[in-house]
């Protein structure tokens, strides 16, 4: 009965590959090929071809509440809203629509529509089960309450949540952190296919290293390896095996390794009355050690528990060679609900139990709550609130072994680094860092006659892995420049003035001094004739508005530039040709000819086409950028194309694959004449 969406690495992996250029197809044909794909789990291209063939066919309301279906179990809410409204009042043909449709809303987190969706749809709900509905709806009710207080709070942050580098995030699925130091993590990805591995990273002067596979463990074919957890004595790891291709009715089970001298023993599945055959899933084991007995703590679906998914605990004496666990227990009512509890961590130096619901108040999906006590006596339970939880889904947090701070994964969007709700990615969290009186600051000289030159533009970023963040930007109109910056980062400062060569200054503020300035003194040499005009950025302009991420810098596009407004630079010795980047590397010029047409995909501040986001895009068709003069902006675009017909079925696409601002451009003999769709 219960509206659910399971973390997509919950059970098994849906596919999210991307379709070639589509033939044109009437709707009976969108149809026929959504059903089908809908069957083989690619719910992405399923909700395509459902909404193509809704939109030839609109009176077929089956259509888009499918598509609308989609989108909800890939979690990409505000299309899900947008092809459920539609539909959202046909609760006898479509049961609970009206239900998921506020849900959707609820977890874009637009908490006012959501309440009024829930309270609007269970007025009108006459389902034999109202009872039953009417008590899931007022604790979403009072979810959407929190939401709007939390909101209206103005306290400082006491946490600071970051999300990790592409080191360890990918456009896959990261889950199910292991930190066994503060500075050595294990976790779960699909990075590699369609198969989930562990992966382990550690971090060096602050920074963590690109994640490799865990080596020495046995290899599973064709099953997903996933979901671990290290015994405190290390002689131990329980895990999770899910197979793999089964939809969502995929078996998961706990198996255990045991440590012989340096290597791990072959698995050992634990015994039928912990794997029972009733249960589709048994899974994300946790393993404490207490009072001379090894306590696991884990998430199953078996009978006898208080909904769907609960939290289960069984035990075994620490000095057993035999993996001879007790019958497991359910951890009882004050953690179980009528939803889904998953994702258990017990903090043995408090005693209290970390899991996820989606059974309680919540602000979205899956909150992470904590309870005190230990196998099934509890104290009530708490939210962790902000900013641990979101509208979006949080689950799988775990304390590092100082308990300084921890891990947890989300889906939630977090700048220009993560711009989809599709996929979860794991996110660090600790103290938050007090402000210090921290600045960079120097003089920027002619290089020539080593005097001062005013009319400078001074960027700071902050370096993240191999991309920029900016972080401020200022025209200085002496030479003498300062930004106030924070301790622990890693930064740039860049100088750039018409006619000069621009110039970088590198540095880091990890072992900063709050009596110390940083200082630097630019030198710039002036252009020879000829040579490229820099663009510099631009803090605020008319046609773009900057939204500033730890990685690639987006630029809204949804007010279009045209070519008067926005110069491109501009090979000095020819005005007639655009100097662009093709693939992000090498330089071509665009030749004379008759019209063709562009699709715009994104502009951005900084631009790295190795950057996780063009992943799919690059698949689709030859990348071009163009740099615009005095902006500090790079368009990306996908070029090539033989007619506005096909820019249009490559846009639709590129918009499939987040960049939702994207639009088809006009060129003329080289020339940008502007957006036309």
């Known amino acids: 009965m219960m509206t659910r969406i399971f973390p997509l690495f919950l059970l098994t992996l849906f596919a999210l590959s991307p379709l070639s250029a589509q033939e044109e197809l009437n709707w009976k044909k969108h149809k026929k090929l959504a059903d089908k794909l809908f069957e083989a789990n690619q719910y992405v291209d399923a909700a395509t071809h459902f909404e193509e063939a809704w939109q030839q066919q609109p009176k077929e309301e089956e259509l888009i509440y499918k598509a ?33 449709y506020a849900r959707a809303l609820k977890q874009d987190g637009q908490y006012e529509a959501a309440k009024d969706a829930f309270i609007y749809f269970i007025n009108a709900y006459q389902g034999s089960d109202k009872g039953v509905v009417s008590n899931i709806v007022a604790k979403e009710v009072k979810g959407c309450d929190l939401g709007i207080d939390l909101a209206k709070r103005t306290q400082a942050a006491t946490i600071q949540v970051r999300h990790l580098t592409e080191n360890i995030n990918s456009p896959a699925i990261e889950f199910a952190p292991i930190p066994y130091s503060d500075d050595l993590l294990y976790y779960s990805s699909t990075m590699k296919g369609n198969q989930s591995y562990l992966f382990r990273s550690q971090r060096k002067s602050g920074e963590w290293k690109k994640a490799v596979v865990a080596e020495g463990l046995p290899d599973f074919p064709n099953k997903h390896f996933a979901n671990g957890s290290f015994a405190p004595d290390a002689k131990r790891f329980y895990f999770t095996l899910c197979d793999n291709g089964e939809g969502l009715n995929s078996k998961c089970e706990i198996y255990a390794l045991k440590r012989e001298k340096s290597k791990w023993s072959a698995p050992i599945r634990l015994r039928d009355y912990i794997n029972i055959e009733n249960a589709t899933t048994t899974t994300q084991p946790w393993v404490v050690h207490q009072n001379g007995q090894e306590i696991l703590y884990f998430a199953s679906d078996r009978e006898g528990g208080y909904g769907e998914m609960d939290i289960w605990y069984t035990t075994r004496a620490i000095n057993s060679d035999d993996m001879d666990f007790t019958y497991p227990i359910n951890a009882g009512e004050v953690i179980n609900t009528i939803g889904d509890e998953i994702t258990p961590f017990y903090d043995l130096k408090t005693n209290t139990l970390y899991f996820s619901s989606n059974g309680k108040v919540t602000l979205g999906g899956w909150d992470v709550f904590q309870a005190k006590g230990a196998f099934d006596e509890w104290e009530p339970t708490q939210n962790l609130g902000t900013p641990i939880n979101t509208s979006a889904d949080e689950f799988y947090y775990v304390l590092k072994p100082s308990g300084k701070g921890g891990f947890f994964v989300s889906n939630r969007l977090y700048g220009a680094e993560k711009i989809s709700t599709q996929h979860e990615d794991i996110f660090e969290f600790g103290a938050q860092i007090k402000a210090r009186s921290l600045n960079a600051l120097g003089q920027v000289m002619d290089g020539e006659t080593m005097l ?40 740039r400062l860049v100088a750039e003035k018409v006619g000069y060569l621009k110039n970088t200054y590198d540095f880091d503020s990890f072992n900063s001094d709050s009596t110390v300035d940083y200082t630097h003194i630019f030198s710039l040499n002036k252009r020879t004739t000829g040579a490229i005009l820099e663009s510099t950025p631009s803090e605020q302009t008319a046609d773009y508005t900057a939204s500033v991420g730890n990685k690639e810098d987006i630029i809204s596009t949804s007010k279009p530039t045209s070519s008067n407004s926005s110069p491109v630079r501009r090979n000095t010795r020819s005005t007639a040709s655009v100097s662009v980047s093709v693939g992000g590397n090498s330089k071509s010029t665009v030749s004379k000819k008759a019209a063709t047409y562009k699709v715009q995909v994104v502009a951005v501040n900084v631009h790295d086409i190795n950057h996780p986001r063009y992943r799919y895009v690059k698949s689709i068709g030859k990348i071009e950028t163009e740099e615009i003069a005095n902006r500090g902006v790079t368009r990306v675009l996908i070029t090539d194309l033989e007619d506005i017909q096909a820019a249009e079925k490559i846009k639709k696409q590129v918009v499939k694959y987040g960049f939702v601002d994207a639009f088809v451009v006009k060129y003329e003999n080289g020339r940008r004449i502007g957006r036309v769709r």
């Open 68 to 100: 609308g279906e989609c989108y909800y179990l890939i979690k990409e809410f505000k299309k899900a809203i947008h092809a459920l409204q539609h539909v959202k009042d046909e609760n006898k043909r479509f049961p609970l629509v009206g239900l998921k």
């Open 452 to 491: 001062p030159i005013s009319d400078v533009r001074i960027s700071l970023y902050e370096l993240v892995g191999t991309n920029a963040k900016l972080l401020s930007s200022k025209k200085i109109a002496q030479s003498n420049y300062r930004f106030q910056i924070l301790p622990n980062k890693k930064l």
